[in-house]
Each structure stands twice: as C-alpha cells, then as structure tokens.
C-alpha cells in the first residue's frame, strides 16, 4: 500500500493573504499538486467551517475567509469552477456568519460564496455499506460537485475531542440529516457522510486554532500552520498528533480508517513540510477545561461512557455557566453509558443521556449518541426556565447541529 502524503507548512505569525496564499500553494504542491484530482471545466466545491458567527477573527471558531479564497484562485488557474459553500450549525444562521466573518468581501470581489442553506433542492446520496444510513439528505450543489475539497479549521471539540476534515463535512448535509445524525449516531453518521460525498482533497487552517470547549467557545491557539493532504484519514490522524492525540482517541478517525477510508497509522503516512515534531502543541482538551461542581448535582457514568456523552455534558454543564443558570443544578443526577439509575434519587430527578440509556431511560431522557448539548440543558432545566443559547436564533428543537 503506497503512503499518503501529508504536508505541514508554516504561514508565520497574522499572515495577510498573500502569505496564506503562497502556503497553500507550497502545501498543495508537497503532496504532489491536484492535476491529477481537478480538470479544466470541473464544479469544485471548497468546503469551510462556519459553524457560527465568530465572536471576532482570531477566536479560531471557523475557517478564515484567506484559506478557501487561496484554494479558490489555484483551482480557478487550472480552468475548473469553484464554489465556496456551507451551512452553519443547526439553528444558526448562515447568511449571519458570511456577513461577519469577511466572506461577504469574498462575494464583493466576485467569489461564489453559497449558503448551502439558501439552496431550494435537495437529494439524498446514496451511501454503500453505510453502518447508520443508506441515505444522507444534502443538496443538489453537492451532489453536482466534480471535485469536494473539505477546508476545515482545527479544533477541540465537545463531542468528538477533536474536529478536522472528516467532521467538518458535517456542513454539507441538510438541518434536517444533522439532526438525524445525532440522533442516529453521530462516530457512524459522519463516516457514512465521508463515504457518500467522496472528498479528495483537504486543506486545512490551523493559523489560529481553538482548544478546550471547542468548537465554538473554545480558547484560541496560535499555530500558524496550513496542512494538506488527499486522504482525509491520514489528514485527521496526522492533526491529532499535532495537538497532542493519539489518533486511536479519535473516534471518527478510528471508525473511518476501519472501513478503509483512508490510513491512520504513522507509519503508512509520509508527512512532508514542517517536521511535526517541531510544531506540535498538546492542546487542552474539552473536559479539561473548566469543570464544573456544584453541590447537590450528581453526574454519574458508567465505565463504558464514551467521549461523545462525556464531553457534551461537561460542555452543557459549562454552556449553564456561562448562561447564569446553575442553580437548577442541585437535586438533579445526570446519568450517562448504561450506568445503574440511584436507587436513592427520586425518578423525576433523574436525567438520562444518550444511546447506551435507551434501557433505562428516565422520565427525562435525553436521546441521541451524542445528543446536543442544548437537550441536555433543557433536560436538566424542565419548564424552569428557557434555555439561553448563545449562537443560534431558532427554536431548540432545531438546534441538533
């Protein structure tokens, strides 16, 4: 088996266009160039984050405007079409995040910036073998793509430890399949997600990155690095290293590498550019960061939890925080990974998260694997109060993105 090649290049620190530019391009010419991926006249879709509108450029909360617009020129040099298109998080506002994020100037230069949500058609790509669905519902844009080029921002995540190329393709699927998604199985969904839309490509924007309770309200973290690679997996694994992961703790990697989507082991990798060794930095992990306790509230897992129910109700538990609202807290045990329900705690106390509590869910549980993290607030809260949430604008039973 031949070694995927993954290249690391630095941009120096608050790179200008120019600098990102020539990054990419020394990125992308590492590996091999993309001649041998994009033709003249093919439909490239350029992939960013724009999970929500950024409290401010360098909060490392989506992919800055300079990185698809660098991707964007070389692809339009070698005679294809690119289209920059996304869709934020479930309940967010997509046009919002293009108005305040600088790519409203990429539209105004004359880029095509599509808010995959503004999009009227949409179809259901068929996924073969898929472990979660047969079908995932996106649009026609996507469907219609030669070429998809997953650009994402590298972060710590609430959910899935870590957010790279493979998450980040999240934003091509309807709200509708988001929630499903969660619902269904998220470290499944997603890889069924890889299977169907065929990426070739990523490139990724790790200039400022985020860590902690990524991947909105994380803390920022200079990296000054742009890195690329054609398969994904190798991708994703080569950036946990980055940021102080074993691969095998990332379970989106661990699932997609298992179905021969791409390599995971560094030994199958060969990474060009930048030594890793010379820009690794362990990045503080979701729950980490922050803990709460209050007295009276009990959280209890089971051996079995995984990462994906323990980070979103640690970040749920911070959202409360952040909002002012822990005092609903006392007299509430949360339940999580098939642990026994306390036989000494009242049922109308007990919540209960996730998949693994389908058997003995309470009056108040909380569906999904994992499930977002406003449910597990308003889980907790009841009809004590409404839940605040901080980036979206739609009711709570559209916030499953």
């Known amino acids: 088996m031949s070694k995927a090649k993954i290249s690391i290049v630095k941009t120096g620190p608050k790179p200008d266009y120019q600098k990102i530019r020539a990054a990419v391009a020394e990125a992308l010419d590492l590996i091999g160039g993309v001649q041998d991926i994009i033709k003249s006249g093919d439909l490239v879709l350029i992939n960013p984050s724009w999970v929500a ?66 999009q009227k058609t949409r179809v259901d790509m068929v996924v073969e073998n898929g472990k979660v669905f047969d079908r995932v519902e996106c649009w026609e844009l996507v469907q219609q793509a030669d070429v998809i080029i997953s650009v994402p921002k590298l972060k710590t995540h609430d959910q899935t430890e870590m957010t790279c190329a493979i998450k980040n393709l999240k934003g091509l699927l309807t709200d509708k399949a988001k929630k499903a998604m969660h619902q269904e199985g998220l470290f499944e969904g997603v890889i069924d997600l890889l299977s169907a839309v065929k990426p070739l490509l990523t490139v990724v924007d790790a200039i400022v990155c985020q860590e902690g309770i990524g991947p909105i309200f994380g803390k920022p973290v200079e990296m000054n690095l742009i890195l690329a690679g054609k398969d994904l997996v190798a991708v994703d694994a080569t950036c946990a290293r980055l940021i102080g992961y074993s691969p095998r703790e990332i379970l989106l990697t661990v699932n997609a590498a298992a179905r021969r989507l791409g390599i995971m082991d560094a030994d199958q990798i060969d990474q060009v550019g930048e030594p890793l060794e010379n820009v690794k930095r362990r990045f503080l992990r979701s729950v980490e960061d922050n803990p709460v306790e209050v007295e009276g509230f009990q959280l209890i897992h089971d051996e079995a939890t995984c990462t994906g129910c323990r980070n979103t109700v640690m970040s749920a538990l911070i959202d409360m925080r952040n909002a002012d609202q822990l005092m609903y807290l006392p007299g509430v045990t949360v339940v999580t990974g098939g642990a026994p329900l306390p036989a000494d705690v009242a049922s109308e106390s007990v919540v209960t998260v996730g998949l693994c509590m389908q058997q003995d869910k309470s009056e108040r549980h909380v569906r999904g694997c994992p499930p977002n993290n406003a449910l597990v607030v308003k889980a907790i809260i009841g009809d004590r109060a409404e839940v605040k949430r901080m980036y979206a604008g739609e009711s709570l039973d559209k916030t499953d993105g």
Do not use: F
Not at 65 to 92: H, L, N
């Open 53 to 118: 509108p950024p409290v401010e450029r360098e909060a490392g909360c989506i992919t800055i405007p300079e990185v698809p617009r660098a991707v964007a020129d070389i692809v339009k040099e070698m005679g294809a079409r690119p289209v920059i298109a996304e869709s934020s998080a479930v309940g967010v506002d997509s046009a919002k995040v293009i108005q305040q994020s600088g790519y409203r100037d990429l539209l105004e230069m004359g880029y095509e910036v599509i808010d995959l949500k503004a």
